[in-house]
């Protein structure tokens, strides 16, 4: 079910257009944005959390109109937003941080509050560090109380920033089975520089380019594009081709076969190199 609807989208910072005529509808589950540094994902982001007014466009979500003042409230109450820079008060213990924003989302209830501070540390596996303060916890620790704050009152739609940044293995399996979970019944956006967690995660992945989605489909459809593409061999291929070396010592090169070179399946990674391949090979040089 759509919930979201974001129509001709355009936001310019002086010179630098970050948002191109960007138009998207995003429904209850999990959606992945990739995208290369500066491609305007922490943009678009900022626009559905109210936090950034577009230029050009419009965007809808939840049939409120973030434009409106009176509807913008609304939507506020009804979303949890995990930015980049959480900008957490370092002098602050982890569960007084999250009681201030629980005020600020209108839980005031006292009681109440208490609960669901309790609520949110237990999801993010924080309670035992409850009492710490932010400038104590470690960076992973910091992006788990991050993701706590956005959960509190169970928002239907969650913005998160790059919310996997700065997590061990362990705590990213951890946050991917929090976030799938969480997808099941809400509406889940993430940025994210890790195909993994798209792979791991999501049941629709978005592509961004310069302002603009250059690919909007499932994670399959996405390693497919590189179909018949993927070679492995152990010899390097032609220094012009785009390959790079895996963990077994072997070459994996995207592209026209090279010679001794065996086929193998397509990654998520594979899928979206082939379509960032010009750019991604020009960044490289
Ligand atoms: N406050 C700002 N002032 C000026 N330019 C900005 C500002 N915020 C973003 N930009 C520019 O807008 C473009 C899009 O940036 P944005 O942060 O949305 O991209 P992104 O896809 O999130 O990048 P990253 O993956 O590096 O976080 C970039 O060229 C960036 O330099």
């Given amino acids: 079910m759509t919930t979201v609807r974001i129509t001709g989208l355009g936001k310019r910072y002086a010179a630098t257009t970050a948002l191109d005529d960007l138009s998207l509808e995003i429904g209850t589950g999990v959606t992945g944005l990739l995208g290369p540094n500066g491609a305007g994902k922490s943009t678009l982001l900022r626009c559905l959390a109210t936090a950034l007014a577009p230029d050009t466009g419009r965007i809808e979500a939840f049939g409120l109109d973030p434009a409106v003042a009176i509807q913008r409230t609304e939507l506020r109450r009804r979303l949890g937003y995990l930015p980049q820079n959480p900008g957490l008060y370092p002098n602050f213990t982890a569960a007084a941080l999250l009681d201030y924003v629980a005020v600020l989302k209108e839980i005031v209830d006292g009681p109440q509050r208490r609960a669901e501070v309790r609520r949110v540390l237990e999801e993010v596996g924080l309670t035992d560090r409850a009492k710490t303060r932010v400038r104590k916890l470690s960076g992973g620790m910091r992006q788990r109380l991050g993701l706590a704050q956005a959960l509190l009152g169970d928002p239907s739609l969650l913005i998160l920033d ?19 979970r969480l997808g099941e019944t809400r509406t889940v956006l993430l940025s994210t520089h890790q195909t993994e967690d798209v792979g791991a995660l999501c049941e629709r992945v978005v592509v961004m380019r310069r302002g603009s989605a250059i690919f909007d489909g499932t994670p399959r459809a996405l390693s497919g594009l590189a179909q018949g593409q993927v070679w492995l061999s152990t010899e390097p291929p032609p220094a012009h081709q785009m390959y790079w070396r895996t963990s077994d010592g072997d070459y994996r090169t995207l592209g026209p076969q090279p010679p001794q070179a065996e086929a193998a399946k397509p990654s998520l990674e594979d899928g979206y190199l082939m379509l960032l391949g010009p750019e991604v090979a020009a960044a490289a040089r």
């Fill in 162 to 180: 790059e919310p996997t940044v700065g997590l061990d293995p362990e705590q990213r399996m951890g946050f991917r089975a929090l976030i799938s």
